[in-house]
């Protein structure tokens, strides 16, 4: 299986546990593989046959727009599955990273993995 991908793809929202987080908003940096086979796109260079990086890095950016979870693992997982749902993504690799909430930390987050890579 072929991997479509998105690296270090910016989002801002309101994330985090404390009182003092529910009130703003703060970054978190997505990394994403996407499976899916690229060829048939590949040999008509044609963009609806594959997925569409730029309409996902959108989709990504309105999710966090609307949603105001506590921890960075219950944004992984729902943005995981509203991306496997709505492009339908078999398989797929997602890390979100929280910079600056570890000061001593370049980033801290999680990295999940969700579906049936062939
Ligand atoms: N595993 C996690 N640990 C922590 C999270 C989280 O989302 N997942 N969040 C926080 C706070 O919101 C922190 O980011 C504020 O600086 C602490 N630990």
């Known amino acids: 299986m072929d991997l479509v991908l998105i690296e270090a793809l910016a989002v801002d929202t309101v994330i985090g546990v404390y009182d003092w987080e529910r009130s703003i ?12 086979d690229i060829r048939p796109a590949a040999a008509d260079d044609d963009l609806s046959q594959t997925l569409d990086y730029a309409a ?9 727009a609307e949603h105001d979870f ?5 944004f992984a997982e729902r943005l995981a ?16 990273r929280k910079p600056g909430a570890v000061p001593q930390a370049a980033a801290v987050g999680v990295t999940i993995e969700r579906g049936q890579r062939a």
């Open 25 to 36: 908003q703060q970054r978190l940096v997505l990394d994403l593989a996407l499976a899916t």
């Open 56 to 64: 996902i890095s959108e989709r990504i950016a309105a999710f966090a």
């Open 70 to 74: 506590a921890l960075v693992e219950t």
């Open 81 to 96: 599955a509203t991306l496997r749902r709505e492009f339908g993504i078999p398989w797929l690799r997602l890390t979100v």
